[in-house]
T-cell receptor, first 116, second 116 residues
């Protein structure tokens, strides 16, 4: 069975602090995709990143970086120098295969609050 | 171009009533998904359409829930005899169908359903 666990329910930081959001996944498949989505107070899910199971290279995009480690089944997300606008709920998700019809399996989310 | 749209954005109804939630996918997307997001949870898969047919309805919680997509574009999620536990945000997503590339799911803003 597939499962995504985000153990951190809520995190509070002060602006400019670095913060890491943890994600641990379970799947029996060798081909799968991992995602991070941001859900601001407006409610719409905003896609941040997709990684496939064959690409373990870490990725950096501006203040965002992702650490994918198959050995520990983790796909952690770090925000460097956090800003108030980063306040949102962040979801990690898993998809087996990539063809249409494959449901996304989401974790319960981590609520990040950044104060000024 | 236009993204996935959902109407209404908010729906308040009384226990026992019937409701319909509408999703307009991105033009040209043949795959359409419904998810339900309860308070404090990640989205959970309900049903997937490929064209006009429901290819996977394994996520529908019970027979009070039904969805249609008669012309392969707009979809309607129908809930009969609503219960307070049905209160949630209902998210719709759409994607291309292409075996050669990853079929990204694009999410709409959701319909917040409140059952009193």
């Amino acid at each position: 069975a597939q499962k995504v666990t985000q153990a951190q329910t809520e995190i509070s930081v002060v602006e400019k602090e670095d913060v890491t959001l943890d994600c641990v996944y379970e799947t029996r498949d060798t081909t799968y995709y991992l995602f991070w989505y941001k859900q601001p107070p407006s409610g719409e899910l905003v896609f941040l990143i997709r990684r496939n199971s064959f690409d373990e290279q870490n990725e950096i995009s501006g203040r965002y970086s992702w650490n994918f480690q198959k050995s520990t089944s983790s796909f952690n997300f770090t925000i460097t120098a956090s800003q108030v606008v980063d306040s949102a709920v962040y979801f990690c998700a898993l998809s087996e295969e990539g063809q249409a019809g494959t449901a996304l399996i989401f974790g319960k989310g981590t609520t990040l609050s950044v104060s000024s | 171009g236009a993204g996935v749209s959902q109407t209404p954005s908010n729906k308040v109804t009384e226990k026992g009533k019937y409701v319909e939630l509408r999703c307009d996918p991105i033009s040209g997307h043949t795959a359409l998904y419904w998810y339900r997001q309860s308070l404090g949870q990640g989205p959970e898969f309900l049903i997937y359409f490929q064209g006009t047919g429901a290819a996977d309805d394994s996520g529908l919680p019970n027979d009070r829930f039904f969805a249609v997509r008669p012309e392969g574009s707009v979809s309607t999620l129908k809930i009969q005899r609503t219960e307070r536990g049905d209160s949630a945000v209902y998210l719709c997503a759409s994607s291309f169908t292409d075996d050669l590339t990853y079929n990204e799911q694009f999410f709409g803003p959701g319909t917040r359903l409140t059952v009193l």
